[in-house]
């Protein structure tokens, strides 16, 4: 059986950590977010094909060096497909029923749960689901007390959406959904396929996942994301090899190779490879790149400073990012595939 991981996004919203490397790798406590997505695949998956893009080579490095256990396919589109299109570009890859997985979400859903779910329902699309307050950056699922899915609306206004039940981003389709996704074009799985799977078959089902789920796709919840690893493993600080701390860590992470000086305070923040925190820095809800230099007597709160940035000694920031060198040329304005209704 397949699982195609989605992973082909820009990730726009994640910029300037995005300017310099692909989505899926950003790392959480120190390990590409991915790398989760693949460690909670079920045994029936033997192959995983990577539906990707931009950034394809930095994919295939890391793959290169980690071995995930099965087969591993990278395939690369000429150009983004969207979430459909890039299934149908992986079709001479698959042998049955299979699995799309969107890459950037960390969750307990259990697939070997959704197999049986699938199975039971004689469903030709399961779709997991997850309960939220504020649904008008997801997409919206109207399911019944069995599970069945009579209606799917992308990113509605809150007025329009049926319920608060989101599309937590798992998917496990029958081949015949290949039928409905035309080739060579953008296709959105979310707003165009699951719509028609749902007039025409009838047989779209929707599990709602347990424990806990959060999706990627900001800079706030990739902060949350690592506050809620850290308390799940009851770690104070994560801290990676060969980092020489002087100053002060609360409830933050940092790569291998970083320095923290003297009299440094350092909040809920993550710190990636090779970075210099300058004595008496203030670093609060930030995300430092890579090979960073910040001067000392800094106060940075909420800032997101891109790879290889310098901040000056005795710089004040606040809700801010810090990217002065030029955007790689094909990274795009906004979001391309499904964006919000006021984007
Ligand atoms: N290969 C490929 N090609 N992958 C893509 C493309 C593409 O053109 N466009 C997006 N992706 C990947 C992204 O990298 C991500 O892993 C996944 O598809 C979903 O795209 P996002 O851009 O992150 O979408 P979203 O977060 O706005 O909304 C999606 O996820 C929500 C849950 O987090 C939708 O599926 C929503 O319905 C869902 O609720
Ligand atoms: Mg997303």
């Known amino acids: 059986m397949e699982a195609i ?5 820009f990730g726009t919203r994640l910029r300037p950590l995005t300017y310099t ?5 950003l790392p959480i406590l120190n390990k590409p977010m991915i790398s989760y997505l693949i460690e909670s695949l079920p045994p029936e998956v033997d192959r995983v094909v990577l539906a990707v893009n931009y950034r394809k080579g930095q994919i295939e490095e890391y793959f290169a060096d980690h071995d995930c256990g099965r087969e591993l396919i990278v395939n690369d589109e000429p150009t983004p497909l969207g979430t459909a299109g890039a299934v149908k570009f992986a079709e001479e890859y698959l042998t049955g029923r299979f699995f799309v997985l ?3 979400i960390i969750c307990s859903l259990s697939l070997s749960e959704m197999i049986r779910f699938h199975r039971n329902h004689g469903a030709v699309a399961s779709i997991s689901l997850w309960p939220v307050e504020h649904v008008s950056e997801f997409g919206v699922a109207d399911a019944q007390q069995d599970g069945k899915i009579v209606g799917f609306v992308e990113k509605p206004r809150p ?9 937590a981003g798992a998917y496990l389709l029958e081949p015949e959904v290949l039928e409905y996704i035309e080739t060579g074009r953008l296709v959105s799985m979310e707003k165009e396929i699951f719509p028609q799977i749902i007039t025409d078959t009838g047989k779209f089902y929707g599990f709602v996942l ?3 789920w959060m999706d990627i796709g900001r800079i706030s919840s990739y902060l949350e ?3 809620f690893l850290l308390r799940k493993h009851k770690f104070d600080n994560y801290v990676g090899e060969h980092c020489k701390v002087g100053g002060h860590l609360h409830h933050s992470c940092l790569g291998n190779h970083v320095t923290i000086g003297k009299n440094a305070q350092v909040h809920s923040s993550i710190i990636y490879d090779n970075v210099h ?6 670093l609060s809800d930030c995300v430092i790149g890579e ?4 001067g000392q007597a800094s106060t940075l709160k909420k800032v997101v400073v891109g790879d290889n940035e310098i901040v000056h000694a005795q710089t004040s920031l606040e809700q801010d990012v810090q990217w002065t060198q030029s955007i790689p040329k094909e990274y795009p304005k906004k979001q391309i595939g499904n964006p919000l209704q006021s984007s």
């Open 21 to 25: 490397r692909a989505k899926s790798l």
């Open 102 to 104: 969107n890459a950037d």
């Open 225 to 227: 994301v690592h506050q």
């Open 5 to 9: 991981i989605l992973a082909g996004g």
């Open 159 to 167: 007025e329009d959406a049926p319920s608060n039940l989101i599309n």
């Open 277 to 282: 925190v300058g004595e008496g820095v203030t």
């Open 291 to 294: 090979n960073v230099r910040i």
């Open 210 to 212: 347990q424990g806990y």
